[in-house]
C-alpha cells in the first residue's frame, strides 16, 4: 500500500489536527480517541497540542522525541475533508 506522506499539520480547537498529504487530499484526525492512552495524556494540554511538527521526509507528526502519530495511521483514520 502506497501511503501519502504528510507535508503539513495544522491543530484545531478541540483537539483535531488538519493534515494535508503530498498526494494533495486533506483529512481531520481525531486526537481524542488517543489521549486516553498514557503516551498520549500531555496532548490533553493545548498549548502542548499545538506544537505539533511534521517529522523529515513526512513519515508522522510529532510533538517530542516521544509522542508521534504516522502517517499510515493519519491517513487511514482521519476524516477526509473537500
Known amino acids: 500500500m502506497n501511503i501519502p506522506k504528510v507535508q503539513s499539520a495544522i491543530p484545531q480547537e478541540g483537539h483535531f489536527l488538519v493534515v494535508l498529504f503530498s498526494n494533495g487530499k486533506r483529512k481531520k484526525y481525531d486526537i481524542n480517541r488517543l489521549t486516553e492512552r498514557e503516551m498520549f495524556l500531555p496532548l490533553q494540554n493545548p498549548a502542548f497540542f499545538r506544537n ?31
Not at 523529515?56 to 491517513?75: K, M, R, T
Open 52 to 82: 505539533v511538527s511534521v517529522e523529515p521526509g513526512g513519515h508522522a507528526v510529532s510533538w517530542n522525541s516521544e509522542i508521534d502519530i504516522s502517517e499510515y495511521e493519519l491517513w487511514q483514520n482521519g476524516e477526509e475533508m473537500p
